[in-house]
Every structure is written in C-alpha cells, then in structure tokens.
C-alpha cells in the first residue's frame, strides 16, 4: 500500500514538473515568436521583398542617402565614445568600490546610481534651460568675467557631445555594477602571490585584476553601447536628430510610401548581432575560472590620509556631475520669473499643482500606472515560472531557456516598436487603434530579463531540500510552490518587479513610437509633447519629468535595498 502511494506521489510530481516545465517553455516561446521574432522577421522579410519578389534596391538607396548616411555614423560615434567614457569613469570607481574602505563609502557609492532613476531625456530638459546661450552657466561665467560672450554650448558643433555628456551619465552606473561584481569576484590571493614576488600594483591591476574581470566588463559594455547607440529620447529633445533612433522615428508614419526605413532597421539588427559576436570573439576561447571567488572583505585597504582625498574628490566630482541634470530638471520644475539669471528669482510649486490639473498630464500618470502595472503581472508570472523551469532543471537544456529569455536585453526598443507598427498595421493589435495590448507587451518583454534574473537569485539561495519535504509530507507541487516557494522568494520577487515597473514607468522608444493618439499617452509622450508647447509647456514637463524621477527612483533604492549586491547581474546579456 505504501509502495503505491508512493509510486503515486512520484508520477504526481513528475507529471507536475512536466506541465510547469514545458507549459512554461511553450507560453515563452509563443510570446517571443509573436512578438520578438515575427516583427523583427517581418522588418527582415520586408527589406528584401516588395510586390511578390526579392528585392535589393532599398539597400542603395540607403548607402547613397547622405543624411541617412551621416546618421549612422553619428549613431555609431556615440555609442563608442559613451561606451568608452563610461568605461574610464566606471572603473577607477568600481575599484575604489571593491578595494578601499572608508568613512562614508555606503552613502557615496550609493549616489553613484543616482543617474540611474532618470531617463537622459528627461534630464535633457533641464540642461537645456542651463546651457543655453543665455543660460545659467554662461550667466554664470559672465559675471565671473570669465567670458565676454556667451558660449553656444548647444550649437550644431556642440550637440554631438551634449547628446554623449547625457549618455554617459545615465549609462555608467550599469558599466559600474558590472565591472564592481567582476572585480569582486577575482580571487584575492592571486594580487597577494603577486604583492609578494614585488608586481606593482599598477602592474597588478593591468595584468591580473582586469583580464580576469574582462568578461564582466564586456557584458555591461555591450548593454552601454547598444543603449547609446539605439536611444531615442536623448538626441530628439537635444535637436541632435541626425541620428540612426530619430530617423526611424521619422520615418514611422510613412513606412508604407518610404520603403528605406526597412533596411535602415535591418541595418540596426545586424549592427547589434555584429557587435554582440564581437563582444563573444574579444573574450575568445581564454578562460577566466579561478580556484576560489573574492569575499566582501577580503583585500580591502582603509584609505589614509593620502588616499582618502582623493577618493572623495573622484567619487564626489562623479556624483556631483552626475547629478547636475537631475538638479537642472528640479529648479526648473520649481522656477518662476527666471530670465536672464543664474538662478530664477523666485520659486513656486504652482507647475505641481498645474500638473494635476491638466489633461494630458493626468492621461500620461494613469496610463503609465495601467501599463506599467499589466505588464509587471506578466513578468511576475512568467519570470517566476522561467526562473523556476531553470534552476529546478524541470526540462532539458535549462540554458537554453535562459538564453532564449535574455534576447530582448540584446534588442533595441526602437526595433522592437517599429516592427510592432510594421507587423501589426490593419489588425486588430494596430497601435493606430489601440496601441495598449502592444505598450504592455513591449515594456513586458524588454523587462522580462530583470525578473528571471531576480527570481533565479532568489531560488539559487533557496535550498530544494525545503520543497522536497514539504511535497514528502503529502503537500502537492502546486500547494508548495504557492505555500513555500513563493514566500522565500518574495524579496527577490518584489526587487525584480520594482525594477520591471519602474523602466516600464519611463520607456522611452515603445512610448513614444506606439502611443499614437493622445488618450493612449503615457508619461514619457506626454512630458516630450509637454515639452514641445509654447508658455510653460517645458515647465510642466519639468515637473511631471520630476514626479516621475521620484516614483522611479524610489523603486530603485527599492530593489537595491532588496537585492543588494546582485544589482548588477540584472544588466547582464
């Protein structure tokens, strides 16, 4: 009798494994075919084939468009100088990070993923207001008599690297948690060995520390680059519009009568392909294991009296930096009566207030929370079922999963939103119409990474020894998964989905692409259309830009809290 109860049990579990095992392969793989794969393929498909036959003429058109030409240049341009200034700002730091103690580290490196709970768009706003000709830091220069004229910080000579300043400072925090986690992670007893046999630390540093932390660097790298070179929000605020995102912006109301904007995307896809392998080809076939992994404590030097300044100095010009976009979006947010001066003379929260007494700022909040909180539930649900699928090994080849999961990190949102408009003109998904169904998938699947990494954090700390007995005492899969699983990751969980909402609150390039009419608007259309208005229209795109920095950052210091130190493997491809 006990033998059949038990052969029961197991046939119970396997059959529960079964189902939560494949049921969760086959739901991922439909989600990602029908809106991953086919708008990437349709986009594809369509740059070679018009009228029942293969084509290669849009690819000419292309080559010989100047202005389109120059675009991906400029593209190209800021992706490497981002990717390279945030890798000379991100790693000093990280070292300081993982090397150095002293007073004040927590709150100091802390602040260094400030720039993280804004867009750089949004902090465009405000820079625009204090670099203007006739803004505060030439104001400023002037009545120091540092300068006679004003300085066109934002001319058409300077725009380029305003749009690069931007990126780089909204970017490094991911280059610096990668590269912190990497540095962690090096064995201290290789530099002690070193110490000993008389390498310099430089040397140390040059030859030991960063080869074995280069995997970690090219994983953030690749991320900061794509990001730079794919982002939409900065350089269409900046007026930088030569550029690859704000070209097929343009190009999005007529696809169907310009035909090139197919193979400009095409184009887009295999530079991000390209530069991915190449990431894979400059590790190469070297290996990177070590017998042991670094500890939080081990290796760590107390800053004296030499050092100590000049970590505050490098650490508090980095946050200060960081942060003057930030500052420049508030006090316009709370400025009045402010025209040829430093600072405005007078301060209101009337443009608060204005905030919630306007339509379209009203319609952007609601739509945001609505579309920000659908698309949440859905990596909830389906991150945790991955997450589950892979670490529990309920299928074969777990990382296959794990890899077909991290796609979207590796796809840029503007792709992803003009194959949506592509694919789904004239059905009943079309964004003209209705773009909600597509906005919540979108924001879902481009965040559904942050939430398999999170909850697989979660399980990997989780001993199974706790789900096998509580299913040995008769408890079913179901029963344990709700009752024991879910609670000793709901931490994680709750990280993963703080992260999910709060760059789903601000998506740029789905927002702006799909949400076609203005009831759909969510807050990132509304603060770019706010911005376009005469009057006060950047004012109160300032002050709805602030109210959405504050939900976002307090989802940020949300998941940090939680997560703590595995922040960085969520930017990891």
Request: charged share 10%.
């Amino acid at each position: 009798m006990q033998m059949q109860t038990a052969d029961a049990t197991s046939t119970s579990k396997r059959r529960f494994a079964d189902l939560v095992g494949y049921g969760t392969v086959i739901a991922t793989i439909a989600m990602l075919f029908f809106f991953l794969v086919l708008p990437v393929s349709t986009i594809m498909a369509r740059a070679f084939y018009n009228n029942g036959e293969i084509t290669f003429r849009y690819f000419p058109l292309l080559f010989s468009n100047e202005l389109l030409m120059h675009s991906i240049g400029n593209s190209l341009m800021i992706g490497i100088m981002t990717t390279i200034l945030a890798t000379l700002l991100s790693f000093p730091l990280a070292v300081i990070n993982v090397k150095w103690e002293f007073p004040g580290k927590g709150l100091l490196m802390g602040l260094l993923l400030v720039p993280m709970v804004m867009p750089p768009f949004v902090g465009a706003i405000g820079l625009l207001r204090f670099f203007a000709r006739r803004g505060s830091v030439n104001l400023a220069l002037m009545d120091m008599e540092w300068i006679d004229t004003p300085i066109d910080w934002l001319g058409p000579e300077n725009m380029f690297w305003a749009v690069v300043v931007l990126e780089v400072l909204h970017l490094y925090p991911i280059m610096y948690l990668n590269l912190s986690a990497s540095l962690a992670n090096v064995d201290p007893s290789v530099e002690e060995v070193a110490t000993t046999l008389g390498v310099p630390k430089w040397k140390q540093l040059k030859d030991i520390v960063w080869p074995l932390a280069r995997p970690g660097y090219f994983a953030g790298a690749i991320i900061v680059f794509i990001w730079a070179l794919t982002d939409l929000g900065t350089p269409l605020l900046v007026g930088y519009h030569e550029t690859i995102p704000v070209q097929i912006f343009n190009m999005i109301t007529d696809v169907n009568e310009n035909p090139v904007g197919y193979a400009l995307v095409f184009l887009v896809i295999l530079m991000t392909i390209a530069f991915f392998l190449l990431s894979k080809l400059a590790l190469g076939s070297k290996k990177y294991e070590m017998m042991a992994k670094g500890h939080v404590t081990s290796g760590k030097r107390k800053a004296g009296w030499v050092s100590l300044p000049l970590i505050y100095a490098l650490v508090g010009l980095t946050v200060f930096i960081a942060l003057v976009p930030h500052i420049a979006v508030i006090i316009t947010a709370v400025s009045n009566k402010w025209f040829m001066t430093v600072l405005p003379e007078q301060y209101t929260l009337d443009h608060f207030s204005q905030v919630f007494q306007t339509s379209l700022s009203l319609i952007g909040i609601k739509n945001s929370f609505i579309f920000a909180g659908l698309s949440t539930l859905v990596d909830l649900i389906l991150g945790l079922l991955i997450a589950y699928v892979i670490v529990r090994k309920l299928i074969p080849f777990p990382g296959l999963l794990d890899g077909l999961v991290m796609i979207p990190l590796a796809l840029p949102g503007i792709v992803l939103a003009f194959g949506y408009v592509v694919t789904y003109s004239d059905t009943f998904l079309d964004p003209l119409h209705n773009p909600v169904p597509l906005l919540v998938i979108a924001y879902a699947i481009r965040r559904l990474p942050y939430m398999v990494r999170s909850a697989s954090a979660g399980l990997q700390q989780m001993s199974p020894s706790l789900e096998e007995a509580s299913t040995t005492f008769g408890a079913s899969r179901f029963h344990t998964l709700r009752k024991i699983t879910v609670p000793l990751v709901t931490a994680n969980l709750i990280a993963g989905a703080l992260l999910c909402f709060s760059y789903a609150m601000l998506d740029v390039s789905d927002s702006l692409i799909l949400a076609m009419k203005e009831n759909f608007y969510p807050l990132t259309k509304a603060i770019y259309v706010l911005f376009l208005e005469q009057g006060s229209g950047e004012l109160l795109a300032s002050a709805l830009g602030v109210i959405g920095m504050a939900i976002l950052a307090a989802c940020i210091m949300g998941a940090s809290l939680l997560l703590g130190k595995k922040m960085g493997e969520l930017f990891r491809s």
